[in-house]
C-alpha cells in the first residue's frame, strides 16, 4: 500500500520546502504538491511539521561479543529503539577475533543482523594481518558491499592494531577504494596507565578517565592521519571526543587531506564527573571508551560540528546492563566498556544543536543522515527526501516535548545517560522502506524488516609514494668502492 506524508515542510540538508510525500514499494515516487495518489493510499498528517530523511547511525555494536560478554541489545530490539527515535539506518561493526576468518566473521555478524527491523550495513575491522586478509578485503569490497575497514588502536591484547596492521591495511584500502577508520587511542598507553592507577590503589570507575586521558586519543589520532596521509587513504575518526583529536583532524583537513570526525551525542552532552557518582553501578554505567571528558571539550566538539571539522554524529551504542557492569567490580579495566544512545541521538542534537542555536534545521539533517551517507557511499539513496531515494523518514514536531527515561525508552538496557533530559523537539512519526513503524508513542517495527545496504567503494586513491618518488625524480647515488 502507498502511504501519503501530507503537508509538511520538507527539510533537507540543502533546503526546506513545503510538500507532501507519496511512498510506494519502500521508495520515494513523488514530492510536491497536490499529488495524485492511488485510492486506499494510507496517510499521515504532518501539517505544522517537518519531514525529514530518517537518521542514519554509522556506528553502533549490536549483540557484540565483548569483554568477556555479549551486548544485551540485539539486532531487532536496537534497531526497533532506533525507529523509535527516529533513526532508520544503522552501520554496525564486524569485528574478528584475532586469527579469526575475516569472512565467517562477516557471515556471522550478517546472520545474526537479518532480524533488524530497519536498513543495516556494516564496517569490518581489521584485528590481524596475513595474506588471507588482505584476501578478504579485496573480496568484501567487491562482492559483499563493504567500502570501509575499521581499526581499533586500543584494546591490547585482543583486537588492537599495531602500525603494521595499519600500514597493511590502509594500503590495501586505498588499492580498493575504500575509507580507513579508526578508534584513536594509544593502546599501549592505555595499558600502562590503567597499571599504575590500579597499583595507587584507585579500584572504581573513576579510574577510567585517569587511565584513558585526552592526550592518549591526541597522539592516536595524530598517528592514524599521518599514516593515512603518507598512504594516500582517505580517513575517518570514529567517536572523536576531545580537543586533541579535534585539533588534530581540523590541521589535516586545513592541509587539504581527506579525514572525516564522527562524534557522539554522549561526548557532547556529559563530562567525566559521571565517574565520581557515589552510587557504583551508575558510575560504571557510564564507561565507555574513549570516556566522557572534562568540561570544556564538550564545547569544542560542538564548534567542531558546527565548523564542519567534524561531520557526523553517531552514538556507538553497545550495551551493558548492570549485572554485566558488574564484572568490574573490583577493577574498573574489566568493566564492561560501552553505553546507549541510539533512541536519543536525534533528540539530543535537535534539543541542544537546534534550539540552542548552534545548527539550522538543515545543518541537523546533515549531521545526523546526509553527510553519513555522503562518505559512506550511499548517497541519495539514504539521507535525502527526493524521488527515487529510500521511504525512510521522520515526522519532527518541533513544538512536542518529552523527557528521555530508562523506564519509558525501548533500548534493551537498565540505565539512559540521558536520564531526565526533557527534549523539546519530538518524531511523531518513523518511516521505514516506506511503512509506519511508528506513530504517536506506538512501535511497529517488523522484526527482519531491514534490508542490507551496499555501499560500494570509490575509485582506488593514487599511490602516494609511487607518485611522490616520480616527482623528485631522485637518482640513486652511485658510490665508488670504499670511497
Ligand atoms: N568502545 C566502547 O565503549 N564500547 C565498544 C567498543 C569501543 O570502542
Ligand atoms: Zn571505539
Ligand atoms: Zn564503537
Given at each position: 500500500?502507498?502511504?501519503?506524508?501530507?503537508g509538511g515542510t520538507?527539510?533537507?540538508?540543502?533546503?526546506?520546502?513545503?510538500?507532501?510525500?507519496l511512498?510506494?514499494?519502500g521508495?520515494?515516487?513523488?514530492?510536491?504538491e497536490?499529488?495524485d495518489?492511488?485510492?486506499n493510499?494510507e496517510?499521515?498528517?504532518?501539517?505544522?511539521?517537518?519531514?525529514?530523511?530518517?537518521?542514519?547511525d554509522?556506528?553502533?555494536?549490536?549483540?557484540?561479543?565483548?569483554?568477556?560478554?555479549?551486548a544485551?541489545?540485539?539486532?531487532?530490539?536496537?534497531?526497533?529503539?532506533?525507529?523509535?527515535?527516529?533513526?532508520?539506518?544503522?552501520?554496525?561493526?564486524?569485528?574478528?577475533?584475532?586469527?579469526?576468518?575475516?569472512m565467517?566473521?562477516?557471515?556471522?555478524?550478517?546472520?545474526?543482523?537479518?532480524?533488524?527491523?530497519?536498513?543495516?550495513?556494516f564496517?569490518v575491522?581489521?584485528?590481524?594481518?596475513?595474506?588471507?586478509?588482505?584476501?578478504?578485503?579485496?573480496?568484501?569490497a567487491?562482492?559483499?558491499?563493504?567500502?570501509?575497514?575499521?581499526?581499533?588502536?586500543?584494546?591490547?591484547?585482543?583486537i588492537?592494531?599495531?602500525?603494521?596492521?595499519l600500514?597493511?591495511?590502509?594500503d590495501?584500502?586505498r588499492?580498493?577504494?575504500?575509507?580507513?577508520?579508526v578508534?584513536?587511542?594509544?593502546?599501549?598507553?592505555?595499558?600502562r596507565?590503567q597499571?599504575?592507577?590500579?597499583?595507587q590503589?584507585?579500584t572504581?570507575?573513576?579510574?577510567?578517565?585517569?587511565?584513558?586521558?585526552p592526550?592518549?586519543?591526541g597522539?592516536?589520532?595524530?598517528?592514524?592521519?599521518?599514516?593515512?596521509?603518507?598512504?594516500?587513504?582517505?580517513?575517518y575518526?570514529?567517536?572523536?571526543?576531545?580537543?586533541?583529536?579535534?585539533?588534530?583532524?581540523?590541521?589535516?583537513?586545513?592541509?587539504?587531506?581527506?579525514?572525516?570526525g564522527?562524534?557522539?551525542?554522549?561526548?557532547?552532552?556529559?563530562?567525566?564527573?559521571?565517574?565520581?557518582?557515589?552510587?557504583?553501578?551508575?558510575?560504571?554505567?557510564?564507561?565507555?571508551?574513549?570516556?566522557?571528558?572534562?568540561?570544556?571539550?564538550?564545547?569544542?566538539?560542538?564548534?567542531?560540528?558546527?565548523s564542519?571539522?567534524?561531520?557526523?554524529?553517531?552514538t556507538?551504542?553497545?550495551?551493558?546492563c548492570?549485572p554485566?557492569?558488574?564484572?568490574g567490580?573490583?577493577?574498573?579495566?574489566?568493566i564492561?566498556?560501552?553505553?546507549?544512545?541510539?533512541?536519543?541521538?536525534?533528540?539530543?542534537?535537535?534539543?541542544?544543536?537546534?534550539?540552542?542555536?548552534?545548527?539550522?534545521?538543515?545543518?541537523?539533517?546533515?549531521?545526523t543522515?546526509?553527510?553519513a551517507?555522503?562518505?559512506?557511499?550511499?548517497?541519495?539513496?539514504?539521507?535525502c527526501?527526493?524521488?527515487?531515494?529510500?521511504?525512510?523518514?521522520?515526522?519532527?514536531d518541533?513544538?512536542?516535548?518529552?523527557?528521555?527515561?530508562?523506564?519509558?525508552?525501548?533500548?534493551?538496557?537498565?540505565?539512559?545517560?540521558?536520564?531526565?533530559?526533557?527534549?523539546?523537539?519530538?518524531?511523531?512519526?518513523?518511516i521505514?522502506?516506506?511503512?509506519l513503524?511508528?506513530f504517536?508513542?506506538?512501535?511497529?517495527?517488523?522484526?527482519?524488516?531491514g534490508?542490507?545496504?551496499?555501499?560500494?567503494c570509490?575509485?582506488?586513491?593514487?599511490?602516494?609514494?609511487?607518485?611522490?618518488?616520480?616527482?623528485?625524480?631522485?637518482?640513486?647515488?652511485?658510490r665508488?668502492?670504499?670511497?
Amino acid at each position: 500500500m502507498a502511504l501519503l506524508i501530507q503537508g509538511g515542510t520538507i527539510v533537507n540538508a540543502d533546503q526546506s520546502f513545503r510538500g507532501d510525500v507519496l511512498c510506494q514499494n519502500g521508495k520515494i515516487v513523488a514530492v510536491g504538491e497536490n499529488l495524485d495518489v492511488p485510492a486506499n493510499t494510507e496517510k499521515v498528517d504532518a501539517s505544522g511539521c517537518m519531514v525529514m530523511p530518517g537518521g542514519i547511525d554509522p556506528h553502533t555494536h549490536m549483540q557484540l561479543p565483548f569483554m568477556g560478554t555479549v551486548a544485551s541489545e540485539d539486532f531487532y530490539s536496537g534497531t526497533a529503539a532506533g525507529l523509535a527515535g527516529g533513526t532508520t539506518m544503522i552501520i554496525d561493526f564486524v569485528i574478528p577475533s584475532p586469527q579469526q576468518d575475516i569472512m565467517e566473521a562477516y557471515h556471522q555478524w550478517r546472520e545474526w543482523a537479518e532480524k533488524s527491523a530497519a536498513d543495516y550495513s556494516f564496517h569490518v575491522a581489521i584485528t590481524w594481518w596475513d595474506e588471507s586478509v588482505r584476501e578478504a578485503m579485496g573480496t568484501l569490497a567487491r562482492d559483499y558491499g563493504v567500502n570501509s575497514f575499521k581499526h581499533f588502536m586500543a584494546y591490547k591484547g585482543a583486537i588492537m592494531a599495531d602500525d603494521e596492521i595499519l600500514v597493511n591495511s590502509f594500503d590495501e584500502a586505498r588499492k580498493l577504494g575504500a575509507l580507513c577508520t579508526v578508534h584513536a587511542e594509544n593502546g599501549e598507553l592505555v595499558d600502562r596507565l590503567q597499571k599504575k592507577v590500579l597499583a595507587q590503589g584507585i579500584t572504581g570507575p573513576e579510574g577510567h578517565p585517569l587511565s584513558r586521558p585526552p592526550v592518549v586519543e591526541g597522539e592516536a589520532a595524530n598517528r592514524a592521519i599521518q599514516i593515512a596521509q603518507v598512504l594516500n587513504v582517505p580517513l575517518y575518526l570514529v567517536h572523536t571526543s576531545c580537543i586533541e583529536s579535534l585539533d588534530a583532524i581540523a590541521r589535516a583537513r586545513q592541509s587539504g587531506q581527506r579525514v572525516f570526525g564522527e562524534v557522539l551525542a554522549g561526548h557532547l552532552m556529559l563530562d567525566d564527573s559521571v565517574y565520581r557518582d557515589s552510587n557504583w553501578a551508575s558510575a560504571a554505567a557510564h564507561v565507555m571508551s574513549p570516556p566522557f571528558r572534562p568540561k570544556g571539550h564538550q564545547e569544542a566538539l560542538w564548534r567542531g560540528l558546527q565548523s564542519g571539522m567534524l561531520q557526523t554524529t553517531a552514538t556507538d551504542h553497545c550495551c551493558f546492563c548492570e549485572p554485566q557492569k558488574a564484572a568490574g567490580k573490583d577493577d574498573f579495566t574489566k568493566i564492561p566498556n560501552g553505553t546507549a544512545g541510539i533512541e536519543d541521538r536525534m533528540h539530543v542534537l535537535w534539543d541542544q544543536g537546534v534550539n540552542t542555536g548552534r545548527l539550522t534545521p538543515n545543518e541537523f539533517v546533515a549531521v545526523t543522515s546526509s553527510n553519513a551517507a555522503k562518505i559512506f557511499n550511499i548517497y541519495p539513496r539514504k539521507g535525502c527526501v527526493q524521488v527515487g531515494a529510500d521511504a525512510d523518514l521522520v515526522v519532527w514536531d518541533q513544538e512536542k516535548t518529552r523527557t528521555i527515561s530508562k523506564e519509558t525508552h525501548h533500548q534493551n538496557i537498565d540505565f539512559n545517560i540521558f536520564e531526565g533530559m526533557t527534549v523539546k523537539g519530538v518524531n511523531i512519526a518513523t518511516i521505514s522502506n516506506g511503512k509506519l513503524v511508528y506513530f504517536d508513542g506506538e512501535l511497529r517495527a517488523v522484526k527482519g524488516a531491514g534490508k542490507y545496504v551496499d555501499r560500494p567503494c570509490y575509485a582506488p586513491f593514487y599511490d602516494a609514494l609511487e607518485k611522490n618518488a616520480a616527482n623528485l625524480s631522485v637518482e640513486p647515488v652511485n658510490r665508488k668502492e670504499n670511497s
